[in-house]
C-alpha cells in the first residue's frame, strides 16, 4: 500500500481553491490530493464527506506559561485546548512563565517542558529586554521563532519593558539574525501616567482603566516601532492590533517602507468594551477591548483583508487573579485558545473558507517561515482541522480544556465544530475529546 492513511470526500480548504477531494498521508506528510484516490492505497481511511478540511490551525501568540506558573495555565492543559480548536502549532511566548526565556538555559528549559508535554507542535518566542541584548544570537542558535518586547509594562517584574534605545539595538541584532521582532505596542507614557493619577483619585472601575490605555497610546507605538524597523531593515510584527487606526498605522508605514505586519485577536472583534459591564475581569485585558463602533471598524479592516492573521493571546491566570473592586489591579488576559477558529467562522457576514485559512493558519506560517506548516499542499506536514461549517453551538464551559475555564466566550453560540484535529497525520482530538493523551508535540524552527 502507498499510504497510511486516506481522508476521503472532505471539502478541501486549499490556497487556490475550495472543492471536494481526497487527501492521502504517508509518514506524517501529505503525500497525494486528488479528486479521488483509491480506497485500496491505504488501509485507513476518514470519511469526511460534509466536512471543511482546513490546515490546521497556528496560534502564534499564547502564554502557557509553564515552567515556573503552571498554576496559572500549563502546557499539558493549553495544548489540549488548542487542538479541540482545531489547533496544531503555536507559538509560546517568554513570558510568563519563570524564568522567562531570555538565554539559552532558560530556552532549553522551556523546550524540555514542551518535549514532555505538548500535544501539538510548538515554536519558542525568546525576549527582547534591556536585560539581554547580548544573548539574542544564543536564542537564535536553538531556534527562537523570533523576539518578543514591550513597549510598555509587561506586568512581570522579570520581563522588564524595551525603551527605544533597547528596542533600536535589539532590531539592530533580530536582522542580523534574520528573526522578527514582535512588540506589544502601548506607549508606556499614555498609559503608565494616565494609569497612577487615576488610582490615586480612586477611579478604578473598569471604564477608568479602558480611559487609561486609548487608541491614540496604540497607535503611538506602532507609529514608533516601525521607524525604528525602517531605520534598521528589521521584520516587525505588531502583536494584538485592537482598533482600525491601529491597522491603517501598520498599512501606512508598510507602504512607506516598513517591512511589518499584524494580529489581531477574536476578542477585539467579538467582543465590545460594553461587554465588561456583564464579563468583568474575564474580559480585561491590554490593549482593553474597544467600543462598538472601533469593533465594527475593525471587522471592516479584517474582510478587507488589510490584516495578517489572528491570533488568540492565550493569557490565563489563577481565579483568584481576576477578583477585587480595583479593575488596574486585576490581572488582565483573555483565555481564549480553543475559541480562534470558531470566532473567524462566526464572522457575520462571513468570511470566506480561505479567508479563514489565510488568518488561521497561512499567514502565520509564511511570516515566521515555518516551513511545510500553514496549508495543503503535497509535502507538507498532514496538519488537518476537520470542521463541520454549519455546526453551531454554545459554548459552556464544561467544553473547555484550558485549565481554568474562564473564557469570555461562555455562553456565546458560534458557527463551525470541531470534528477532528491532526498533527501530522495523527489524530489528537475528536469531537473535543483528547483522543491522543501521549505527547506529540515537536519544535518548529524558522526555515
Known amino acids: 500500500m502507498k499510504y497510511d492513511l486516506i481522508i476521503r470526500g472532505g471539502t478541501l480548504v486549499r490556497e487556490d481553491r475550495v472543492g471536494r477531494g481526497d487527501i492521502a498521508i504517508a509518514g506524517g506528510r501529505i503525500a497525494e490530493i486528488a479528486d479521488e484516490i483509491s480506497a485500496a492505497s491505504a488501509p485507513k481511511t476518514i470519511d469526511a464527506a460534509g466536512l471543511h478540511v482546513f490546515p490546521g490551525l497556528i496560534d502564534p501568540h499564547v502564554h502557557f506559561n509553564e515552567p515556573g506558573r503552571t498554576e496559572w495555565e500549563g502546557i499539558a492543559t493549553g495544548s489540549a485546548a488548542l487542538a479541540a480548536g482545531g489547533g496544531t502549532l503555536f507559538f509560546d511566548m517568554p513570558l510568563n512563565s519563570s524564568p522567562p526565556v531570555l538565554d539559552g538555559p532558560s530556552f532549553d528549559v522551556k523546550l524540555d517542558a514542551m518535549r514532555a508535554r505538548s500535544l501539538t507542535d510548538f515554536a519558542l518566542w525568546g525576549g527582547l529586554t534591556p536585560d539581554n541584548l547580548d544573548n539574542l544570537e544564543e536564542l537564535a542558535e536553538r531556534g527562537a521563532i523570533g523576539f518578543k518586547a514591550f513597549m510598555s509594562n509587561s506586568g512581570i517584574d522579570e ?41 490615586e483619585r480612586k477611579w478604578t472601575r473598569w471604564v477608568d482603566y479602558l480611559a487609561t490605555r486609548p487608541i491614540r497610546a496604540e497607535v503611538d507605538a506602532i507609529q514608533r516601532a516601525c521607524l525604528l524597523a ?27 517602507g516598513a517591512d511589518v505586519t499584524c494580529e489581531t485577536c477574536p476578542h477585539y472583534f467579538v467582543l465590545a468594551a460594553a461587554d465588561i459591564a456583564t464579563l468583568g475581569a474575564a474580559a480585561k485585558c491590554a490593549p482593553p477591548l474597544r467600543s462598538e463602533e472601533d469593533r465594527q471598524a475593525l471587522l471592516g479592516e479584517l474582510r478587507a483583508g488589510s490584516i495578517d492573521f489572528i491570533a488568540s493571546d492565550h493569557s490565563p491566570s489563577p481565579p483568584s487573579m481576576k477578583q477585587g473592586d480595583d479593575f488596574f489591579r486585576i490581572w488582565g488576559g483573555i483565555a481564549g485558545v480553543q475559541s480562534t477558529l470558531p470566532a473567524a467562522l462566526s464572522v457575520d457576514p462571513p468570511l470566506s473558507a480561505q479567508q479563514v485559512a489565510r488568518y488561521t493558519a497561512a499567514g502565520a506560517a509564511g511570516r515566521f517561515r515555518a516551513a511545510g506548516k500553514g496549508a495543503l499542499a503535497v509535502g507538507n506536514d498532514a496538519d488537518l482541522a476537520l470542521v463541520d461549517p454549519e455546526g453551531e453551538f454554545q459554548l459552556v464551559r464544561e467544553m473547555l480544556l484550558d485549565r481554568h475555564k474562564l473564557s469570555p466566550y461562555v455562553g456565546r453560540t458560534f458557527r463551525g465544530v470541531v470534528r477532528r484535529t491532526m498533527v501530522r497525520g495523527q489524530t489528537v482530538c475528536l469531537d473535543g475529546r483528547i483522543v491522543s493523551p501521549e505527547p506529540v508535540g515537536q519544535l518548529v524552527k524558522p526555515a
Open 159 to 199: 520581563f522588564p519593558r524595551a525603551d527605544d534605545y533597547t528596542l533600536y539595538e535589539g532590531m539592530l541584532e533580530a536582522q542580523r539574525l534574520n528573526l522578527p521582532v514582535a512588540v506589544h505596542a502601548e506607549n508606556e507614557e499614555l498609559t503608565a501616567i494616565p494609569a497612577r493619577i487615576w488610582q
Open 230 to 256: 525602517r531605520e534598521t531593515g528589521c521584520r516587525l510584527h505588531i502583536v494584538h492590533v485592537s482598533s482600525a487606526a491601529g491597522v491603517r498605522a501598520v498599512a501606512a508605514a508598510r507602504a512607506d
